[in-house]
């Protein structure tokens, strides 16, 4: 039991402790990555789960600020134009009505999905600036300012943004307040089962970037609290741009449960490095299928219940 912490999903005080992470090494980490110098503060970080809802958490919860995401904003691969939760959400859109995005970053769903009634939230000023550049004019607002307006929409869409934020409990009721009886809220996160959620040193996975992952239990305890229906649960392949990646977290994974070494989510020493090294190497040279190995992401598809 964490002593003093509830769960900030469902406020349920029943947590355990599975590991602590220093901030010196994930400062170390985000230096050597992404040239981000001093991306924490705190001293250390308490990686929990809950064990009503089963949410995966980070205490304390340091999210990164505007500077911290216009860094990683430099990699051209922060904010792609296609994602493979793009086409999984436009296949569930529904054909007429207005759509919400969360997090847009620079529209790019507004442009890949097509849909006239666009409105979407943002809080990057550069990622606003680029979305203007496609004539598409974002809000600079919080979900939870948003629903205090009223507005209600057909199709609420949040891709990749649920696992960024510290008040995951308001996010949700903010995203359900704004959409119609009967219609579609569609999540996207990391996938807790595939590849990348047992990479080691996954660092972009960890504060102040990730501050919680999410297990399929999470989203379907969400679903019985909050009058959801679960509409779909979709998983990704490995991408392609993936696949290296995935073949040295296998290869990695196996290397450390042969040597009987702890599983970690982060493990900077001497020994790790040398089996990083070598699982990357063998990787490019083995032929791993990875047929049967969950991809990056899952899509969430829930629809608000009718009130009879």
Not at 270 to 286: C, D, E, Q, V
Request: charged share 20%.
């Amino acid at each position: 039991m964490i002593k003093d912490k509830k769960c900030p999903l469902c406020n349920s005080a029943q947590v355990h402790l599975i590991e602590s992470i220093s901030a010196d090494s994930i400062n170390k980490a985000y230096k050597n990555n992404f040239r981000i110098n001093n991306a924490v503060s705190a001293d250390y970080f308490n990686y929990c789960q809950c064990d009503i809802c089963k949410l995966l958490f980070f205490n304390p919860m340091e999210t990164g600020g505007e500077g911290f995401y216009e860094m990683l904003q430099e990699f051209d691969w922060y904010y792609m134009a296609e994602k493979y939760e793009y086409s999984i959400a436009k296949k569930h859109l529904l054909k007429t009505g207005n759509l919400l995005e969360i997090g847009a970053g620079n529209a790019a769903f507004s442009v890949f999905s097509g849909v006239e009634n666009y409105t979407g939230l943002e809080f990057n000023q550069k990622a606003i600036s680029s979305a203007l550049k496609k004539g598409i004019k974002l809000l600079k607002q919080s979900i939870e300012e948003h629903a205090s307006t009223g507005c209600l929409y057909d199709t609420v869409v949040t891709f990749q943004v649920l696992e960024h934020v510290k008040n995951p409990k308001e996010f949700i009721s903010g995203c359900i307040k704004c959409l119609k009886p009967g219609g579609r809220l569609i999540i996207s996160v990391p996938s807790l089962y595939g590849f990348a959620g047992k990479a080691l040193n996954n660092i972009l996975n960890m504060p102040p970037h990730h501050v919680t992952h999410w297990a399929i239990d999470t989203f379907e305890k969400i679903a019985e609290i909050n009058n959801l229906k679960i509409l779909s649960i979709e998983y990704e392949p490995v991408a392609l741009y993936h696949r290296s990646w995935a073949k040295k977290s296998i290869l990695e994974n196996k290397f450390r449960k042969i040597m009987r070494m702890e599983t970690s989510l982060l493990d900077m020493s001497f020994k790790s490095n040398l089996i990083s090294r070598a699982a990357h190497l063998l990787g490019i040279i083995l032929p791993i299928r990875l047929d049967n190995i969950l991809g990056h992401t899952v899509v969430i598809v829930y629809e608000k219940k009718l009130l009879y």
